[in-house]
Nanobody, 127 residues
Framework: QVQLVESGGGLVQPSGSLRLSCAAS????????MAWFRQAPGKEREFVAA????????VYADSVKGRFTISRDNAKNTVYLQMNSMKPEDTAVYYC????????????????????WGQGTQVTVSS
């Protein structure tokens, strides 16, 4: 059974940094797309960033472009989200998602494109 397990959430001050990790177990990724979404209280789940596993092509939401970086480690079967210059509006539960389907450009941004989800990790940006 394939599982995604997120870690690295917590409390950070505005302008601070945090790195989230998402480890995939049960299957080695060699193709497909992994992504990060987030959901704030009372709001819909929002796309943050995605990466194509085969060539590390990435795409970002405009709200995080230039501040967040998604990356992957083949050997560890893990995807990361490095978050810098964080703002209070980044506060949300962050979810890792994956699909084993190969996507050419553009990479998918809709939650429905992803069949596998982690349990979520809380990120709070506050002074």
């Amino acid at each position: 059974q394939v599982q995604l397990v997120e870690s690295g959430g917590g409390l950070v001050q505005p302008s601070g940094s945090l790195r989230l990790s998402c480890a995939a177990s049960g299957r080695t990724f060699s193709r497909g797309v992994m992504a990060w979404f987030r959901q704030a209280p009372g709001k819909e789940r929002e796309f943050v960033a995605a990466i194509r596993w085969s060539d590390s092509t990435t795409v970002y939401a405009d709200s995080v472009k230039g501040r967040f970086t998604i990356s992957r480690d083949n050997a560890k079967n893990t995807v990361y989200l490095q978050m810098n210059s964080m703002k209070p509006e980044d506060t949300a539960v962050y979810y890792c998602a994956a699909t084993f389907t190969y996507f050419s450009d553009p990479l998918p941004r809709a939650p429905a494109a992803f069949s596998l989800w982690g349990q979520g990790t809380q990120v709070t940006v506050s002074s």
